[in-house]
């Protein structure tokens, strides 16, 4: 069984702190990769997708991906009580037609 | 932005009954896919669509469930004689033309049986 493991949390962080997400996956295979946000009772939101070792930026996110440890992150600069939201990491398996999600971490900033 | 779009918001069915859930798909994109939620719980794939036909399905995906493109741009997931475990969000997705692409959700239907 492919798993994807994300720390629950809740990571607290200060308004305009640097927020770091973290998630690990077991299917070394893997080749792409995605962060979700998902607001209480509402549906997963794309954040980022990544496919290569390596930083991905993106206005105030960054993915970070490392396929020889099996890890994949997100950090999120100038948190901002709005980004309070459970994130999810999300892996598509190798020749999946599928996304295998983690629990997701919760996310707390406070102004 | 182009969006999937989900019926309804809220469906209540008395369990054993048959439910079918509603989604529209991004006009261009060519894979489908449906997940459930159950509250507090991780989103799980339940099976995914290509050139009318299903192309993988789960575990959960047994004889109960079922998935049609009727038309052009409806793609629905049918639930036969539901159960009370049943209840869950239910999730719709589209990617554009490759399952590693990004998937789009819709608000989802959440799905409760009595």
């Known amino acids: 069984q492919k798993e994807v493991e994300q720390n629950s949390g809740p990571l607290s962080v200060p308004e305009g702190a640097i927020a770091s997400l973290n998630c690990t996956y077991s299917d070394r295979g893997s080749q792409s990769f995605f962060w979700y946000r998902q607001y209480s009772g509402k549906s997963p939101e794309l954040i980022m997708f990544?496919?290569?070792?390596g930083d991905k930026e993106d206005g105030r996110f960054t993915a970070q991906l490392n396929k020889a440890s099996q890890y994949v992150s997100l950090l999120i600069r100038d948190s901002q009580p709005s980004d309070s939201a459970t994130y999810l990491c999300?892996?598509?398996?190798?020749?999946?037609?599928?996304?295998?999600f983690g629990a997701g971490t919760i996310l707390r900033v406070k102004s | 932005e182009p969006e999937v779009t989900q019926t309804p918001s809220h469906q209540v069915t008395q369990m054993g009954q048959e439910v079918i859930l509603r989604c529209v798909p991004i006009?261009?994109?060519?894979?489908f896919y449906w997940y459930r939620q159950i509250l507090g719980q991780k989103v799980e794939f339940l099976v995914s669509f290509y050139n009318n036909e299903i192309s993988e399905k789960s575990e959960i995906f047994d004889d109960q469930f079922s998935v049609e493109r009727p038309d052009g741009s409806n793609f629905t997931l049918k639930i036969r004689s539901t159960k009370l475990e049943d209840s869950a969000m239910y999730f719709c997705?589209?990617?554009?033309?490759?399952?590693?692409?990004?998937?789009?959700f819709g608000d989802g239907t959440r799905l409760s049986i009595l």
């Open positions: 990544i496919y290569s070792n």
């Open positions: 999300a892996v598509n398996e190798v020749y999946g037609n599928k996304l295998v």
């Open positions: 006009s261009n994109h060519l894979y």
């Open positions: 997705a589209s990617s554009p033309d490759s399952p590693n692409q990004p998937q789009h």
